[in-house]
């Protein structure tokens, strides 16, 4: 995307709004979050649907319409034809919530982001989305501001407290399991694209893996979400049917929570997951889980570093390596907002006001990531996964996953 002269990358822009929100929470203007939560059609009229919610609703649309504009108008995008369509996405993904919070759908343990994502799907694959709507769609504007918040949830000390055990793991994982997915990649003839983001989602922390990993090397938006589709679909699956494979092992709950954790490829589900075997197991699988998504900056920072020096830019010559200039500037920096705002809320913000005001940005985060996945799925054509062309990248998903599932079973049982 070209750059208005004067203006901020997306990357600058998305730290710049992910840090005023981070601040804005922090001086104390935190933002109440509407419940979306209901179990029959008179909680869902008298309570989600009651005119106190729906302004709560509101408040949240004029915020996440503030924050947006900041980020679009210093990238030098037009913010009108944003504006235009952004409250239909706004409301599907209302819409999205609401189904997910009902109990039908919360007693099949299945997240908010997955609502969304089939959402969207569904309305992609059978309307049409006009142009004034797809104009509306910042998928990576979204999903990366709710990546700078989601580092507020990595907190160092509470993993290191808890054990060195999972952060072993999650290292010892990480590094087998994406070698080996980018061996069979590389076997399989994939391009280097999709390679890189797929050996990322299946090794680090899925989605947000992917995500970060195209941000690094620029990758095509279109084979990004064909790699975020499949790690959702598989996480369903995977999500229920694991607690009770490792109950028919016979499993303990630690090393049953330290192979979901290193396994499932979503926060969410390895926390419906791990509830499903008890409270030890889910324990431990947040654990394996956080300690990798703790490794997803640095793994981001190596693969940019990587890509800069094993590709080289149009009109660069055969010989020629990028300067340290060239891999900074395509350094993803909404990595750094991601390791700032944890190292912020580690070591620099009072620990009574972290506990204040990590619910009300557990919940704006949780939005910019269900306006992500609606857009996804706005823009994705599910029958696409199954085009002729898209064979390889599954079939080389499914055995990355396969040998992750085993390779991490081993590592947990000897470790815990």
Known sequence: MNQTKGMLTEDWAVVIVGFLILVISIVGFILAAPVYSWNNTVELTSVVLSSKNLLLILIQLLFIVASSSVAIFSTGRPIKSFLTGFPIVYLITIIAL????SSIIRGLNLEAVIISLVLGLIISNFFTVPSWLKSSLSTELFVKIGLVLLG?????????????????????VVLSVWYFAYWVCK??????????????AVSICGVSAAIATAGAIKGDSKKLSYVISLVLITAIPMMIGMPYLANYLGLTQEVTGAWLGGTIDTTGAVVASGTLVGETALKISTIVKFSQNVLLGLAAFAISVYWSYSKKNEGEKTN????????WDRFPKFVLGFLGA???FSF????SIVNEVKGSIKNIQGLWFSLAFVSIGLETKFSDLFKQ????PLYAFLIAQSFNIIITLIIAYCLF
């Not at 609401?98 to 919070?101: F, K, P, W, Y």
């Not at 507020?152 to 010892?172: R, T, V």
């Not at 020629?320 to 891999?327: A, E, G, L, M, S």
């Open 389 to 392: 062309d898209n064979r390889k």
């Open 98 to 101: 609401i189904l997910a919070g």
């Open 348 to 351: 620099v913000v009072d620990q």
């Open 342 to 344: 944890s190292l912020l």
């Open 320 to 327: 020629d390596k990028p300067t340290i200039q060239v891999i």
């Open 152 to 172: 507020s949830g990595i907190i160092f000390g509470d993993i290191l407290k808890a054990g060195m055990l999972g952060l072993i793991q999650a290292l010892l």
């Open 187 to 200: 076997k399989l003839k994939i391009d280097d694209e999709l390679t890189m983001m797929l050996a990322s």
